[in-house]
Structures are given as structure tokens and as C-alpha cells.
């Protein structure tokens, strides 16, 4: 089952242009090159994650700074089959499989139940849930409207889904399939907007990445950049409007082109290690027989799966039957640099200007309560205003050539800063061994200023990985630590890592969970595709192993103020795509986590740290009227101490909430 699942895996990522183990992202960074800014470096020797024992349900383990509750295994029939995204609502969590979806209760999360096992193939299943309405993503060529798993033969069939699916969820145990919006890119990854001043509609932003279907299949699809036919499908994205009322009324209301102008930007090629090992690779594959292609300037092999259809089509066009001929591969073998260049962007600009930028996004991650999206967009981070959400309209746009495939997007919670991801290697290589630049394959953070984005720094994995392990940045969370930004992500094979970047300058690692290898001796897919955190659980998507599940434990980096002060937000639902405004209910917890963090810092004085906490106390163990005076009394203490203060804001941040706390008081 393993080598289905690879081929799966590997057959997707071609299909969407997603071209790695052996070559850098299909669209690398630009504008300039970076000065590398890293606070965390890779330790071969001290690092526990270092050297774990491989295996696919006995690996070796490393665990800091906190707790695993579970770890459940896919049922029967997703055994084998990439586990993608996840997506919560109420006590559920809905992991996406390439073979549909499991939807588990994790009321205890130390003992998931799955409620529903709903088999229904297609790539990638990236599921998003808004009331009791259930969206999952299809774009590759094998899936079909009626979920079947045989797979759509023909080139052209109206069969085929490449698109959004849509659920009712209400019987969370029995989904019903209400209705599925068809794209011309189908749907690689989506994004569920709630527009706050529309309440009968939610919004869905599509984001298709594979070759445009024939016309003949989806009508009005057109494979021909803008500037030779306005209806093109490229440079686009879809914008789905889904009417509460009625879902099965869902449709394409407009396709937004936020990449107009955009210029292709500067990259960085692979390792020479990589160049090396690609060379040899493709020279041994074209001697079985094997197709491959150039791209970034790197001999790449082409699996059956991404060939075969075209064989087939070829065989078809001249009315033949039977297994290709040698002329037919000779056709196919001539065709592909053409092919190639235009999928990954490199077809020459027409007049011989300079090539466009991309043609899609890969993640858009909108954040309502700010009006703004960030979208990560292979070659370019973007900033959208999405105060109408029909319209997004693009407001920023930065390059970097250290980053090779803009992968996902994460504000932090106040809306000053945004992260994003490189996903360099397309999720299927080892980008995280001790020869990798710790530019490449990172996350970089941006400050936002005046509605303009400001590079910081770098942050990536600080645990050097083995050649047989991949690894990369991928999708991840904030955890709601008050006072603080600080994220758990996902790392595939690197496993997970949480690193507060507070600091926009100086990210640091915090906690993390690995495991060994799947196989020392040979590349296996596996690892965390995706991390969340959930009130109060941390919840991954194991590619091959299933869902795991984690809390915080207290340590010098956090303390369990903090971490009890996380635990009073209480979301509906959460999805990957979509940020909520985080906001923290009055609590004792809260006011002692700004304690200690102006502790930590030393930005109070340690006698009056300790009057502080005596008097949070003594409050905590009052009530009624006492319990109001001792707050309202420290309160104002509270104010003076933020003139003298390291950290004023800080100092005020715990004012208000003891204030908040004396005003709940009944």
C-alpha cells in the first residue's frame, strides 16, 4: 500500500504543477534576495529529534514541552491514502483524505471516535465546514460527481469533479451531498469567508492549480493567457457564493484577477547536491524508457501517471488503439518542453518583455474582522482588501528570492504582522537536512505597516532532517497565548514545531513532536501535513500514520497561566483558511499570564511581581464587593506601574484585565 500511496501522492503533485523531490518550486522568489535573518540553526548532535529509529507505526519519538493525548490510525478504506487538511466544528474534527474524508469526535481527545468514514476519491479533499454545510476540494482527473473510486477513463466526461463539492453535515454521521460547483482549474485548496455584513450568503474563494479542462467538458473554460482572450481561466480565481438558505444554489458569481501586471519573479535553483543527484536520476529513467523535463534548468523524470494520459491521448487522436508506438512517444517526447514551460510559468512573455507572475494562488487566508487576506501565490505574497468579498482587490504584493513556492498565509492576531510559508520541494523532497540554506524552505515574517508588508525574518525547523524524510514548511495555526503571537505548524516528516514570533526579528522554537523516518533506507511520504490548534487540543494530520493529537505542558517558555488563559477561547469551528479574531473572556488566568510574561522579561520589578500576584490572590480567594475593591485597588496601582515599565503596553494589557474582572463581578 505504500507504493499506491506514493504513486497517488506523486501523481497529484504533478497534475498541479507542483513539479519536486528534484527541483525547486515551480515558482521561485523575487524581487530581491534577503540577508538571511535566523534566530534558530539546525543541531546535529544535541537535539533529540537527531537520529530517531525510522518506521511506519513504531518509530522512534521526540517530545518536548508537551503532552500527546492520541494517536488514532486511518479506518479501513483510508489506509494508505494521503491524509491532507483538517477542518473543526463543534467536538469534531473532518480530516481530508485523497480517498474522501474521516470526521472523528474529540470531546475526550485523549479517545477519538470516528462518527463517519465517507469514501469519496479525489485530490486533495481539503476540507472547510461553515453551520452545518461541509466543502471539500477537488482538482486531479480520477475524481467523479458520484464519489465512485473507479476513476474517470475518458479525457473528456461530464463525470469528472474538479471543483468544490458541498455537504449538509447536519447528521454528522450521514453527509448528504447537496450540490458540487464546477471550476476550470478545480479546486486545489479553498478559502470559507463569512462576510461580516452579509449574513445570508458565505463566500468561497477557490484556489485551482492544475491545466484548464477542455470546453468540451466544463463549457466556457479558455486555455489563453488574458491578453488574448479576457475570458481565460489562468491569472484568476474563483469566487463561489453560497446562499444559506439554499446551498444547492451555490455558483461561480466572479473570478477576480489579482494578478494583473504582475511580473515573474528572481529564483533560486536547487542544491548542488540536488542538481547532481537529478542528473544522474533522469539519465538512469531515460535509459528504462522514462519520460522527464527540464524545469528551473534541472532534469526532472515524469512518473506514468502524469505521461500515460497523454500517451493515450495521442494514441486517440489518430484514431488508433492498442499501447503507444515508438512514434507516439516520439510526439509525446517533443511536446513536453512546450508543456512544461507554459504549466510552470516559463512560456516567454510575448514581444520578449518579461514573463508574467502567477497564474493562481495556492492558499488565501482572509481575516474577516480586518478586512484583509494574505495569499500565498507561488512566486508572490499578497495582501488583498476583502471588505467585498466578490471584489478582493490586490494592495500589497512582496518577492523574495530566497523563497522558491509560496505555499499559506497567517496573520497575527492584532493584524500587525503576517507569516508566510515556503513550501520549496513541493511538499514531496527532503528540504530540511543540515546541507539545506535555512533561507530556503522557511517561513519569512512581515511586519505590516501602513498597509505595506516589511521582511523581519526567517524562521524553519532548527532540527537538521535525513535525506529519506520530507520536510518543509507547511500549514499551521496561532495558539491563542495572550499577549503573544506564537504558532504551531506542521513540517511533514519534520513533524511539529511551535516558535513564538512576538518578536518579528527573532522567532523562536518552543516546543515540538517528531518522529523517526517511515523507512531509513529508502524515501517514504509521511509527516504532519497539517497542525491546528482547537480549544485547548493541538490536532495533526498525519500523512501516513493518522491523527494525532497534543496539549501544551508548561515550561520556561510558557506557563500554565498561559496556558489556561489559551483554554477560555472557545471557537465554533475553526478552518485553515479562514482567521478568527481571538479574543480572551475576563479571567484570573489572564491577568496572571500578563504577570508572568512581565516577569519573564523583567519588565516589573520582582517585589512588586510578587505584590501583584499577593493581591491577585488574595482577590481570586474574595468575592462580591471585596472581591471588586482588591480588583479595582490593584487596578490602579496597575496604572502607575506602566510609566516605569520595559513593557508598558504590557503593564496596561494587564491593567484592563483586571478591570474587566472587577466589572464581571455580580
Known amino acids: 500500500?505504500?507504493?499506491?500511496?506514493?504513486?497517488?501522492?506523486?501523481?497529484?503533485?504533478?497534475?498541479?504543477?507542483?513539479?519536486?523531490?528534484?527541483?525547486?518550486?515551480?515558482?521561485?522568489?523575487?524581487?530581491?534576495?534577503?540577508?538571511?535573518?535566523?534566530?534558530?540553526?539546525?543541531?546535529?548532535?544535541?537535539?533529540?529529534?537527531?537520529?530517531?529509529?525510522?518506521?511506519?507505526?513504531?518509530?522512534?519519538?521526540?517530545?518536548?514541552?508537551?503532552?500527546?493525548?492520541?494517536?488514532?490510525?486511518?479506518?479501513?478504506?483510508?489506509?494508505?491514502?494521503?491524509?491532507?487538511?483538517?477542518?473543526?466544528?463543534?467536538?469534531?474534527?473532518?480530516?481530508?483524505?485523497?480517498?474522501?474524508?474521516?470526521?472523528?469526535?474529540?470531546?475526550?481527545?485523549?479517545?477519538?471516535?470516528?462518527?463517519?468514514?465517507?469514501?469519496?476519491?479525489?485530490?486533495?479533499?481539503?476540507?472547510?465546514?461553515?453551520?452545518?454545510?461541509?466543502?471539500?476540494?477537488?482538482?486531479?482527473?480520477?475524481?467523479?460527481?458520484?464519489?465512485?473510486?473507479?476513476?474517470?477513463?475518458?479525457?473528456?466526461?461530464?463525470?469528472?469533479?474538479?471543483?468544490?463539492?458541498?455537504?449538509?453535515?447536519?447528521?454528522?454521521?450521514?453527509?448528504?451531498?447537496?450540490?458540487?460547483?464546477?471550476?476550470?482549474?478545480?479546486?486545489?485548496?479553498?478559502?470559507?469567508?463569512?462576510?461580516?455584513?452579509?449574513?445570508?450568503?458565505?463566500?468561497?474563494?477557490?484556489?485551482?492549480?492544475?491545466?484548464?479542462?477542455?470546453?468540451?467538458?466544463?463549457?466556457?473554460?479558455?486555455?489563453?493567457?488574458?491578453?488574448?482572450?479576457?475570458?481565460?481561466?489562468?491569472?484568476?480565481?474563483?469566487?463561489?457564493?453560497?446562499?444559506?438558505?439554499?446551498?444547492?444554489?451555490?455558483?461561480?458569481?466572479?473570478?477576480?484577477?489579482?494578478?494583473?501586471?504582475?511580473?515573474?519573479?528572481?529564483?533560486?535553483?536547487?542544491?548542488?547536491?540536488?542538481?547532481?543527484?537529478?542528473?544522474?536520476?533522469?539519465?538512469?529513467?531515460?535509459?528504462?524508457?522514462?519520460?522527464?523535463?527540464?524545469?528551473?534548468?534541472?532534469?526532472?523524470?515524469?512518473?506514468?501517471?502524469?505521461?500515460?494520459?497523454?500517451?493515450?491521448?495521442?494514441?486517440?487522436?489518430?484514431?488508433?488503439?492498442?499501447?503507444?508506438?515508438?512514434?507516439?512517444?516520439?510526439?509525446?517526447?517533443?511536446?513536453?518542453?512546450?508543456?512544461?514551460?507554459?504549466?510552470v510559468g516559463d512560456t516567454p512573455a510575448a514581444g520578449g518583455g518579461p514573463r508574467p507572475g502567477p497564474t493562481q494562488c495556492h492558499d488565501i487566508t482572509v481575516y474577516p474582522a480586518l478586512g484583509l487576506a494574505g495569499g500565498a501565490c507561488e512566486g508572490y505574497g499578497l495582501l488583498l482588501d476583502i471588505r467585498d468579498p466578490i471584489n478582493p482587490i490586490r494592495i500589497g504584493a512582496v518577492a523574495d528570492s530566497n523563497f522558491s513556492y509560496w505555499h499559506s498565509a497567517t496573520f497575527n492576531n492584532d493584524g500587525t504582522k503576517i507569516l508566510f510559508s515556503d513550501e520549496w520541494g513541493g511538499g514531496g523532497a527532503p528540504k530540511c537536512r543540515a546541507t539545506d540554506r535555512k533561507e530556503w524552505g522557511a517561513n519569512a515574517i512581515f511586519t505590516l505597516v501602513n498597509g505595506k508588508m516589511e521582511f523581519q525574518s526567517y524562521y524553519k525547523l532548527p532540527a537538521a532532517q535525513t535525506a529519506t524524510e520530507n520536510c518543509v514548511a507547511h500549514n499551521g495555526s496561532l495558539i491563542p497565548i495572550p499577549g503573544r503571537d506564537v504558532m504551531v505548524q506542521a513540517w511533514y516528516q519534520g513533524g511539529i514545531s511551535i516558535f513564538d514570533w512576538t518578536d518579528a526579528k527573532n522567532p523562536q522554537e518552543i516546543a515540538f513532536f517528531d518522529r523517526g523516518p517511515i523507512d531509513s533506507t529508502r524515501f517514504q511520504m509521511g509527516g504532519s501535513w497539517s497542525v491546528y490548534w482547537y480549544n485547548g487540543a493541538i490536532v495533526s494530520s498525519e500523512i501516513a500514520r493518522g491523527l494525532d493529537i497534543a496539549e501544551l505542558t508548561p515550561s520556561e517558555y510558557i506557563s500554565q497561566n498561559e496556558i489556561d488563559a489559551a483554554r477560555t477561547v472557545k471557537m465554533d469551528y475553526l478552518n485553515a483558511q479562514g482567521q478568527p479574531k481571538l479574543s480572551w473572556p475576563p479571567s484570573f488566568s489572564l491577568a496572571k499570564a500578563y504577570v508572568d510574561q512581565l516577569e519573564r522579561k523583567k519588565c516589573l520589578s520582582a517585589d512588586r511581581i510578587s505584590t501583584v500576584r499577593q493581591a491577585l490572590s488574595g482577590a481570586e480567594s474574595a468575592s462580591g464587593d471585596q472581591r471588586r475593591q482588591a480588583l479595582n485597588a490593584l487596578a490602579t496601582t496597575l496604572a502607575g506601574d506602566a510609566r516605569g515599565s520595559c513593557d508598558a503596553p504590557k503593564v496596561r494589557k494587564l491593567e484592563q484585565a483586571v478591570r474587566d474582572l472587577a466589572g464581571g463581578i455580580a
Open 1 to 343: 500500500m505504500a507504493s499506491e500511496y506514493q504513486a497517488r501522492r506523486m501523481s497529484a503533485r504533478f497534475r498541479v504543477t507542483r513539479f519536486v523531490p528534484l527541483v525547486a518550486g515551480a515558482l521561485a522568489l523575487a524581487a530581491c534576495s534577503r540577508a538571511a535573518t535566523i534566530s534558530n540553526t539546525p543541531s546535529l548532535e544535541s537535539d533529540p529529534r537527531v537520529g530517531l529509529r525510522a518506521g511506519l507505526t513504531d518509530a522512534g519519538e521526540a517530545v518536548s514541552n508537551l503532552k500527546i493525548l492520541s494517536k488514532t490510525p486511518p479506518s479501513e478504506k483510508f489506509v494508505g491514502s494521503t491524509n491532507s487538511d483538517l477542518a473543526f466544528t463543534g467536538n469534531y474534527v473532518i480530516q481530508g483524505n485523497y480517498n474522501g474524508w474521516q470526521i472523528f469526535d474529540i470531546s475526550d481527545p485523549s479517545k477519538p471516535v470516528l462518527k463517519s468514514a465517507y469514501y469519496c476519491p479525489a485530490s486533495q479533499s481539503d476540507v472547510s465546514v461553515y453551520r452545518n454545510l461541509l466543502f471539500v476540494s477537488g482538482e486531479g482527473m480520477t475524481g467523479r460527481v458520484d464519489c465512485g473510486g473507479q476513476g474517470v477513463p475518458d479525457t473528456v466526461s461530464k463525470e469528472r469533479l474538479r471543483g468544490i463539492r458541498i455537504f449538509d453535515i447536519t447528521d454528522i454521521s450521514n453527509p448528504r451531498n447537496v450540490t458540487n460547483v464546477q471550476t476550470c482549474r478545480g479546486s486545489h485548496t479553498h478559502t470559507v469567508l463569512e462576510d461580516p455584513d452579509d449574513k445570508e450568503n458565505v463566500y468561497i474563494y477557490v484556489s485551482g492549480s492544475a491545466n484548464v479542462r477542455s470546453p468540451n467538458e466544463l463549457a466556457g473554460c479558455v486555455d489563453e493567457t488574458p491578453d488574448k482572450n479576457p475570458n481565460s481561466a489562468l491569472f484568476r480565481i474563483e469566487v463561489i457564493k453560497v446562499p444559506l438558505a439554499n446551498p444547492a444554489a451555490a455558483a461561480i458569481v466572479a473570478s477576480p484577477r489579482i494578478f494583473n501586471d504582475l511580473t515573474a519573479p528572481a529564483r533560486h535553483g536547487e542544491s548542488p547536491e540536488d542538481v547532481a543527484a537529478a542528473k544522474k536520476a533522469a539519465a538512469d529513467a531515460r535509459a528504462r524508457g522514462m519520460f522527464t523535463a527540464e524545469v528551473m534548468g534541472t532534469e526532472m523524470i515524469l512518473p506514468p501517471q502524469f505521461t500515460k494520459p497523454m500517451l493515450d491521448s495521442i494514441v486517440k487522436a489518430r484514431n488508433g488503439t492498442g499501447e503507444p508506438t515508438a512514434a507516439d512517444s516520439a510526439a509525446l517526447r517533443a511536446a513536453i518542453p512546450a508543456m512544461i514551460a507554459k504549466m
